[in-house]
């Protein structure tokens, strides 16, 4: 069975840092496309970053610079290590997976999602 | 990276078949059949209900389906049921290599 499971949401100063993870079972995260989307209190989802199977990333603007999107194969856990947090960074985060096809083409939707954690950036 | 644009509500009575649009660029919705919808409840993860424009994933009902006419996807819900009230979320990739979400809309059963 699939599973993903997000932990290292907290509380935060803005400027701060905070490292989530994402431990993934059921399936092999390395490949696999890994992404990371939020959600603001009463907001929609924005897409965060992606970690593709061959190791390239890529970042929303709102986030490059800033956000380093990871995997630790060996672990087969998904991270996300956020560095000069801000006010508007406030979310819920969602690791989410991209599938596979039977042919092990990527996929380009998210088939399974985490439960989210939150993180709060307030002084 | 503008968000896809979704109406914020649509309503209708129980029984009853509500669309909801999801409008983008030839750089997103035009440009791929990578359209996807999600479901999310309160409180809860989304659930996908569409993927690739059309193609429902297993457990889904059949009352949800999709389509794409130039750059604009839609979701229909056909005999709208009470548990179909929720907020739904388009998506596309893109040709930044990136994916954009819609602003979502809320989905009220009367």
């Known amino acids: 069975e699939v599973q993903l499971v997000e932990s290292g949401g907290g509380l935060v100063q803005p400027g701060g840092s905070l490292r989530l993870s994402c431990a993934a079972s059921?399936?092999?995260?390395?490949?696999?496309?890994m992404s990371w989307v939020r959600q603001a209190p009463g907001k929609g989802l924005e897409w965060v970053s992606v970690?593709?199977?061959?190791?390239?990333?890529s970042y929303a603007d709102s986030v490059k610079v800033r956000f380093t999107i990871s995997r630790d194969n060996s672990k087969n856990t998904l991270y996300l290590q956020m560095n000069s947090l801000r006010a508007e960074d406030t979310a819920v985060y969602y690791c989410?997976?991209?599938?596979?096809?039977?042919?092990?083409?990527?996929?380009?939707?998210?088939?399974?999602w985490g439960q989210g954690t939150l993180v709060t950036v307030s002084s | 990276q503008s968000a896809l644009t979704q109406p914020a509500s649509v309503s209708g009575s129980p029984g009853q078949s509500i669309t909801i649009s999801c409008t983008g660029t030839?750089?997103?919705?035009?440009?791929?059949?990578?359209v996807s919808w999600y479901q999310q409840h309160p409180g809860k993860a989304p659930k996908l209900m569409i993927y690739e424009v059309s193609n429902r994933p297993s457990g889904v009902s059949n009352r949800f389906s999709g389509s794409k006419s130039g750059n604009t996807a839609s979701l229909t819900i056909s005999g709208l049921q009470a548990e179909d009230e929720a907020d739904y979320y388009c998506?596309?990739?893109?040709?930044?290599?990136?994916?954009?979400f819609g602003g979502g809309t809320k989905v009220t059963v009367l």
């Open positions: 989410a997976r991209s599938g596979l096809t039977t042919f092990g083409v990527p996929r380009y939707y998210f088939d399974y």
């Open positions: 030839s750089s997103d919705v035009g440009g791929y059949n990578f």
């Open positions: 998506d596309s990739y893109t040709s930044s290599s990136t994916w954009v």
């Open positions: 970690i593709y199977s061959g190791g390239t990333t």
């Open positions: 059921g399936f092999t995260v390395s490949s696999n496309y």
